[in-house]
């Protein structure tokens, strides 16, 4: 691990502009994020209703992504980017405006959630595919992925641990005004980067999303060593990653805690994540990235195994903490093998097929966490969600390691 090459994508300009604002709008979205479930479960007392508002948020994203990817490939990400943020940085104000009028209305939220995800959808695979035009050297490809995962786990760190103070202090609503402001910083990166003329890419002569569709879905099948890493980040999101679902549960019943117990457990995540994602980000491009996907997959597993069954706080916040590192290690080696080896006109619907993966498979999951919970109980469906990850690394081994894909 090379600690000075952790850094090297900084070199552009346009990508240090892209980290910053970023950084500080991710922050504000976990903000808003824990805040929304925090407020929901301490109003319904509901896991299945915390499944719900993930499945609210983030199912629009399998929905819409391919058309968000198929934009990706067509038109300027530079103007799509821009309307993405302004249209998240709305439905923030709009949220915010209802939390300070006192309007709790458990419908309106899941509504605004549902908008976010659908922008999202678009949002995800241009700002993603985005990053291969905003590096100049294609050898920093991989680090400026994994920066970028950096980036979205400090703020996984930092948000949580904020939105408990937040929420222990003043409310929700605080928390929805500071990712409101949050979005000034972004913006105002975007309109600051500069960033090459756009040319006419391969997809403006075709003429419907189902052929552009089909297209990549063919391109997909025809390369697994894209599309198996794809079915474990799928597989992975619909039967392990749920496990979040049972935070609330976790700081309130068994910890006997509130907000700020919450976002330890969440903080606790986004610590893991972010060195994770700081030791993919010094590694090379020779790195076995297939053998650190399925190995930190069974590390997952196991993770979760011992968290389910932990009574011990300090005990608990480590193993979740080291779900952290292996879930971020597992996502980001998937999203760095199909953007370094995917071709540049399939990119964005590849990247698309990762959102759909990812935030499609995590609020099906997250339903039928919510619907099993009340049936075998909180520690037992976290321990079937271990057992999952253990059998998914597992059972790729051969696929992704003695294949040499």
């Known amino acids: 691990m090379q600690i000075?090459?952790?850094?090297?994508?900084?070199?552009?300009?346009?990508?240090?502009?892209?980290?910053?604002?970023?950084?500080?709008?991710?922050?504000?979205?976990?903000?808003?994020?824990?805040?929304?479930?925090?407020l929901i479960y301490s109003i319904t007392d509901s896991v299945f209703m915390v499944g719900v508002a993930t499945f609210a948020e983030q199912f629009p994203s399998f929905l819409f992504?391919?058309?968000?990817?198929?934009?990706?490939?067509?038109?300027?990400?530079?103007?799509v980017l821009m309307i993405t943020q302004i249209l998240s940085a709305l439905q923030a104000v709009v949220l915010t405006i209802l939390a300070f009028s006192g309007n709790y209305n458990i419908t309106l939220i899941l509504l605004l959630s549902a908008f976010l995800g659908v922008v999202n959808a678009y949002d995800i695979p241009v700002r993603q595919s985005m990053i291969n035009d905003i590096i100049d050297n294609r050898e920093d490809l991989s680090n400026?992925?994994?920066?970028?995962?950096?980036?979205?786990?400090?703020?996984?760190?930092?948000?949580?641990?904020?939105?408990?103070?937040?929420?222990?202090?003043?409310?929700?609503d605080y928390c929805f005004l500071a990712n409101s402001v949050s979005f000034i910083a972004v913006i105002g990166a975007i309109m600051a980067m500069h960033l090459p003329q756009y040319k006419n890419q391969a997809l403006k002569n075709e003429t419907t999303a189902k052929t552009n569709f089909k297209d990549g879905w063919n391109y997909l099948l025809k390369h697994p060593e894209i599309s198996y890493p794809l079915m474990i980040a799928a597989l992975s999101s619909l039967l392990v990653l749920p496990y979040i679902t049972l935070l609330p549960v976790y700081a309130k019943d068994i910890f006997k805690g509130g907000a700020s117990i919450f976002g330890w457990l969440n903080s606790a995540i986004g610590i893991g994540a972010f060195v994770g994602a700081f030791y993919l980000a010094s590694l090379t491009n020779v790195a076995n990235f297939r053998r650190i996907l399925l190995v930190n997959s069974i590390i997952l597993g196991i993770s979760l195994l011992c968290f389910a069954y932990s009574s011990n706080l300090y005990v608990s916040l480590f193993f979740i903490l080291i779900s952290g590192f292996s879930a971020i290690m597992q996502s980001?080696?998937?999203?760095?093998?199909?953007?370094?080896?995917?071709?540049?006109?399939?990119?964005?619907?590849?990247?698309?097929?990762?959102?759909?993966?990812?935030?499609?498979?995590?609020?099906?999951?997250?339903?039928?966490?919510?619907?099993?919970?009340?049936?075998?109980?909180?520690?037992?469906?976290?321990?079937?969600?271990?057992?999952a990850g253990i059998i998914i690394g597992i059972a790729f081994y051969t696929k992704l390691l003695l294949n040499k894909l």
């Not at 090297?8 to 479930?37: C, D, E, K, P, Y």
């Not at 992504?65 to 530079?78: F, L, P, V």
């Not at 980036?151 to 930092?158: C, G, K, S, T």
């Open 65 to 79: 992504s391919i058309r968000g990817g198929i934009i990706a490939d067509k038109y300027n990400k530079y103007k």
């Open 144 to 172: 400026a992925v994994a920066l970028n995962s950096t980036l979205n786990n400090l703020a996984r760190l930092a948000g949580p641990a904020l939105a408990g103070f937040v929420l222990a202090k003043f409310g929700a």
């Open 332 to 387: 980001s080696t998937v999203m760095t093998i199909i953007q370094s080896e995917s071709e540049p006109k399939y990119r964005g619907r590849m990247i698309s097929f990762v959102a759909m993966a990812l935030f499609g498979m995590l609020p099906l999951g997250s339903l039928f966490v919510g619907y099993i919970e009340p049936i075998i109980g909180t520690t037992h469906t976290l321990f079937i969600e271990g057992i």
């Open 4 to 38: 000075k090459s952790a850094f090297r994508s900084f070199s552009n300009h346009n990508f240090t502009l892209f980290f910053s604002g970023q950084l500080v709008s991710r922050i504000g979205m976990w903000m808003q994020r824990t805040a929304v479930i925090w």
